[in-house]
Structures are given as structure tokens and as C-alpha cells.
């Protein structure tokens, strides 16, 4: 079957590539509510495209979750989970090209957004229209689930969830992103971390003094520092009590396929221009801390004078934005608790704490039909093995999408090892975006396949 | 001698104010090179109409100094040390009316510099153009120093001070700055604190990164963090080995001037919208953590995403600006030398620094003619004491220009307790300005007094 619409992906290479670069001009950044609207007309008028088919706009409380659902011969349902939305592009001047004026060099795209989300999204349209366009009937059901708040921590997927169950509800899920490693294999992922993101502000006086008063005026800025070294230590343990108590163990199955999970070490010490990973870990460890340990990381601070040259002043506030990415059995509500009550217990009362993002991690069981099919299909395109995660150092609301309603989710797709997701000069090769549709509708039969052959493998 | 004057001064009122109006219109922010050629064209415009006279402007490496001499009576000197550069004006938003524009209500100029230090370079070039206007003699010799480079460290004023000494020389210098207390007590200041600002800067990978890779790639935000609470402790103190070794004991005198001293507690906290001060200090422990001993601040911090919103990224770079304000005895460069080996022995080798202002703390005598003069002064046009104040928390070249070269200075000026020196809606009044030029006019003949009488009193 994979042939006649393979054929198909091939001829139509140039009508997919510039699907993908039209949506990826649109600045649809929902952190600062850019181009939003813009980014949801366009996909209305590429279902019609390609579909004759009006998306369903589901409200939430933020941006509108764009639904669609395509009648297939069985009773099966695969559904697709993406974003519309993208990572805000500073530092604009890193970029060798304007981040959303997509720009096409050494076979690759180049534009904020192609591999986080854009073109898994398009890609996952792009298949089905090839094989609805080569005459065949799609063998399940298949359903769209493209939000607009993925890059803001989805805030209110959660509540959509529930309040969709039914209507979202599927036999497998195939998640948003996918990447290549450094020589070139598949990765297939079978879940994300969890994530509390916090800004935590610290205030002094009314307004930024004159500096000559640091000798008897609180400053906001040391306060801060001092409160975020009590979160970790130079050995990179988190200090927050109870912080690690409740991390589900580690299954045997999870170790062995860390165990062939590739990381190719000097490739990436080498892109970034290092000497070494943190701790001076490498091999197993290394592996171990990336996949299956929880993180502290300051996504920014700042306060008072930060231009060119000198300025004396006692800044008034100071504030920093943290991301803890937790793992399965680790709950964001009570991390933060845990949070406040370590600042507190520390003397930083007065540190404000403001929560922009809150997901529980989640990870999918090898043997679930999504994930053979995912395997079964990266074998026909490529003659090595895909590398099996048990779950990928980033983060998305896997767990309120799937795991909390029973649908198993794994992911594979159109990324890179060098793609700069959430960086300047993001990028994804083209000839990975051509191969990534073709497998995406060899996968909708080949995981149609899984329930013919045995009836349910669930 | 002094009516007369008085009364012109007081009938060009206007006059006075349009000098220092169109003073405070030009952005002379020597951090960010604007403004600066302007400000100096204005001086020399300004030379002109007053006195008939072309100021020099005398090279450095920087901005030039613009001097100006005028004949007296008597071989005797006073010099004037004041600076035409003003710092950045930013929060901007928190301004009320434009920094650059400046504004009249309630009896204040409102602008950025119109404090620090405009308003008092103004009024000593108005004092003197009043004094001749009224046919007076000059009884001394007038100097006039004005640099443009204080706000940023008076890199070049040392180099300046020697290769110029001789002609720079004086019997006595009016320092810059000067201030009233909240009740409204004219401010003596004896000396000023020296400074070491430097800027730390820590790097990881050549980009910043989505922030999943902080689980397995280091952190310079962190590295910082960790650095910075190794150089002061929550009881404020600073853990630089050394760092307190050099420090002069305090005289008897200057601990007595301290008692005198006034700092009006609950005003300033109340201005600050504040509950107390820096480890609940207060009385003579607030005092003398305020004159006699060196600060540690931060004055700025920036690394990673700042803006709206989540953004998950682990960044590539941070930096800290910091000024340690320092005290008689503390050598900026043995600072500098102690603060390296602190960081390389605690792990931190790989944070750079760079210096962008050293300069050693100052203090002159309280027996001094100059001293003498300006508290006869201030009991002339007040029925309050001045309150003397053995050096301000504040920073300038005084050691270089002044102390070195064995000329006493002190300092009196048109500031006031709300002045927001280096912060938003920076202010003086109008009558503490008008009163501040009838009180350098009466320096200049009191000052003259002082040596008639005595012959010379050094």
C-alpha cells in the first residue's frame, strides 16, 4: 500500500514544502499572543485544501484546540496530537535568517517553529492527503488535535481534556514531536517529563536607588540568589525536601531500552562547542540523569542595570524563571508546595511564587500496538533499529491527553539532533520532512494492521 | 557682600532656571555615548554668555574635561569639581514625565541629572556670573573642573589628575554633590567611598538550548548563581578573603561627626515604602554600616529569556554587574586581585571579569578652610547646624583629583532627601536651587576670609 501514495509524497514534494513554509511564516507565538488567529485560519484553510472539510474550533479558556476526525473503514481510531503554536525567537540576532520568513539552504528549512511543531503538524496532514488522493480508504479513523498552547505549558488542556474525553478518545496516539540522533536513527518515544515552571520574585524598595544605599537597604537581588542557591546544589542536587520521594522506580524493561538508547556524545559535545556534561558524566549515567532524572534549570533572571556600561543602582525587584522537568510518579501541585515551604523554612517568605505551567509526566508501555507499529514502520524506512526512549527529556501534556484517558501515545517524526528546537536558527532537513510524511501514512496502515492480525493487542 | 548678589540672583531667577532647563535637555549618558558633544558645545555656549570666556577642553582618552579659569584678588583658589555626564535613564517607564524633557510641578525640576550633578554645576557657574554682574571682585581665584565621565567611573581622571596637576590646583575644592536632610538640613561631606565595579560573566554552550538538555549539559546561570552567594553571606557579610584586612580605623573625630550626623530613619523608610533597614540596623549601627564600612551590591543580573511568559530554554550565557563601594585604606586593585583568587579557589575559574570602574576612597579633614567656609555658610543662611558627615556612602574621584594632590575638598549642592539620584523622576527644588547659588557665592568670599584672617590655616 505504501507505494502508489509514497509516489505520490515524492511528486508532490514542492506542494508539501510550501504547505509547511506558508504556516511557518505566520509568527504564531502564544506566549505573546502573536499571530494566533492568523495560525488557526490557516489551518481552516488547508483541511478545506486538502480535506473539503471545516475543522471544528473548540474554545478553551486560552487559544482554540483545532479538531478534526476523517471516517476510515474500520472502528479503530488513530489520533495526532500537535501544536500550532511556537517558542518566541529571541535572540533575534542569532539568527542568520528573520526566524518567520522561513528560508530554504543546504536542504534544510530554516524558520521558527518547522521542527516544534510545524512540520509534524503539516506532515501528518500531508499523509493522509496522499493517500486519499491515490484512491485509497483510510484503514481507521484518524483525529486531529492541534492546540495553541503547547510553548505556554497548556495550561488549559487539562480541563479541555476532560471536557472532550469522548469526542478526542482513540486506540493510539501519535505525539507531536520526533527526532533524528546524530548518524541519522529514528528515535521512537514513548513519553515526556513533567514540568513546574515558576517565576519567583523578590522586591526591595519602591523604586531602584542610588547604590551608595546598598550599605544599609535590603537589596532584592541578593535575596534572590541567595534563595535560588538553597534549590541546588554544585552537584546538581535539588535541596526542595521530599523533592525525589515519590519518582516511580525505574522497570527493568525502562533500563534495557537505556541501555540501546543512543546518545552520541562527542557529536554533541562538539555542536555545542564543550569540553564535558555536567557532573563529568558520560555513558550509562549520562543517559540515565537526561531520560529518567528530574531538573532544576533557570530559564532566565534578571534585574536592575543590564545595558552597556556602568550604572549604580540598588534594583527594586529581581526576578527568575524556573522549570523543574519532573518524572512519572512526581506531582507539580505538590512539588510547588514543596517549593514554598523550603522558601519559607529558609527565611524567603517575602519571595513570590507565580506558576505558568503544571504537567505530570508520563510514559506508554513498549508493548501497546502505537509503539509496534511505530517500531514495525521505522524498520521499512531505514535498515537500522530506531532508537526506543522511554521517554524523552522534554515535556508536554502527554499525561492529561492520553495517559489519564487510557490512550496509549508514543512519538516519531520529521526533527533533528541539530534541529535547535526553542534556539536560534531552528531547521529540519528536507528530505527527513518527505520521508516523515511517507511514514506517517505507513504507519496509519501498519497500526491498522496490529488489531486485523490479533484482534486487540490491548 | 552677600545682599547685593543675593538679590540679583534672586531677580534672575528665571535666568538661572532656563540655564539649567536647557542643561537638563541633553542626554549626556556617557554609558551609551549620547549627548555628550552637545553637552559640551552647551558649555562652552554657556562660558560664553556668562563670562565672556572660551573654556578649554582638555583631552583624555574619554570625554574631555572642560576647564576654566577665572582671576581673583588674591593668589588664593577655589576650584569647582563637577561632571556634565548623567546616567542611563531607564526604568523609563517609571518616570512620570520624560527624563530628557524636563518638568516643573510642585515647586521641583524634575530630569534626569537635574541632581547628579546639572543643578550644582549650574549654580557655581551662576554664583560667579552673579558676583560680577553685581561689580563685585572675585576675592580668589575661580577653577571650574568639569569632567564627563563620573557616572562611569572616572577611568580616565586619574591619568588626567597627574599629567594636569599644576594647573588643576587648588587651595580647595567644592566637591560635586551635596544634599539636604528630610527636615531640611544642609549636608557637609567630608570624603567619598572608592569603587571596584566589575562584571562577572559566565558562559556554557555556544547557544542556548531547549531546556530538556539541562538535565545533562551545565549551566552558566547556575555557575553564577553559586559564584555570587559565595561572595556575600545573608548577615551582609562580605566573604572575600582579605577583603576587610586594609580598612583605616576610625578616628575619634570622625566617630563623633557620625553622632552628629543625621539620618532620618522613618522618613526614608516611609519614602521607601519599607519596614526596616538591612539586618534590622538602626541608631548608630545604621549610621555607621552607612559611612564607614564597603558594600558588595548587585546592580544588575541578566541571562536567559526576560521576557513575557514561559519560555523553556537553557541559556548560554550570564552576567552580574557589581560595585563594591569602598572604604579609606580599601585598594580597588588589591580588591580586584583577592576577588580572582576567591573565585579560582572556589571552583569558579571560568568566570571572567571585567572592571569598568576603580577608584580609591577619599576623606579630608574637618579643620580645613574649605570645611570651615562652607559650615559658616550654611549657618548664614540657616538657624540649623549643617550636619557633618565624614564621607558620603557615594563614590567619586576625589582621591585622584583631590586628595592626592593635597587639595582639601568638601562638599554642599542643591539636592535634597528625594533627589532619586540614579532612579526615576530624579528631582531638586527650585528654592533649595536658588539658595544653593547665594550659598556658593558666599563660599567664595567666606573662603577667601579664611586665609585673610589667618594667613593660611593648613
Known sequence: MGNKTDEFIEKNRDLYIK???????????????????????????????????????????????????????????LSFYNHYDVQPEDPVELWQTPAFEPDIRDGKIYARGVADNKGNLIARLAAVHAIQQVGEELPVNIKYIFEGEEEIGSLNLPKFAKEYAEKIHSDGCVWEFGYRDADGTLQVSLGVKGMLYVELKSSGANTDLHSAQAAIIESPVWKLVWALNTLKDKDEKILIPGFYDDIEPITELDDQMLSHYQLDEAALLNKLELDGFVLGLNGHELKHKHIFEPTCNICGIVSGYTGEGTKTVLPSEATAKIDFRLVPGQ????????????????????????????????????????????????????????????????????????????????????????????????????????????????????????????????
Open 19 to 77: 504547505w509547511l513554509l506558508d504556516f511557518c511564516e505566520i509568527p504564531s507565538v502564544a506566549a505573546q499572543n502573536r499571530g494566533m488567529t492568523e495560525a488557526v485560519a490557516y489551518l481552516e484553510d488547508l483541511f478545506q485544501t486538502a480535506f473539503s472539510l471545516e475543522p471544528e474550533k473548540l474554545q478553551t479558556e486560552g487559544f482554540p484546540v483545532v479538531f478534526a476526525e476523517l471516517k476510515g473503514k474500520s472502528d479503530k481510531t
Open 331 to 458: 506531582d507539580p501541585e505538590k512539588i510547588l508546595q514543596q517549593l514554598r515551604e523550603h522558601l519559607d523554612a529558609n527565611g524567603f517568605e517575602d519571595i513570590s511564587i507565580l506558576v505558568t505551567s503544571s504537567e505530570m509526566a508520563a510514559r506508554t508501555k513498549p508493548d501497546e500496538a502505537i509503539v509496534d507499529a511505530m517500531i514495525s514502520v521505522a524498520k521499512q524506512y531505514s535498515d537500522k533499529e530506531p532508537n526506543i526512549v522511554p521517554n524523552t527529556p522534554g515535556t508536554g501534556p502527554m499525561y492529561e491527553l492520553c495517559q489519564a484517558l487510557g490512550i496509549p501515545s508514543a512519538s516519531f517524526g520529521v526533527g533533528n539532533f541539530e534541529s535547535n528546537n526553542h534556539a536560534p536558527n531552528e531547521n529540519i532537513n528536507i528530505d527527513d520532512y518527505i520521508e516523515g510524511i511517507k511514514m506517517v501514512a505507513a504507519l496509519i496502515f501498519e497500526f491498522s494492521k496490529k488489531f486485523e492480525t490479533e484482534g486487540s493487542v490491548r
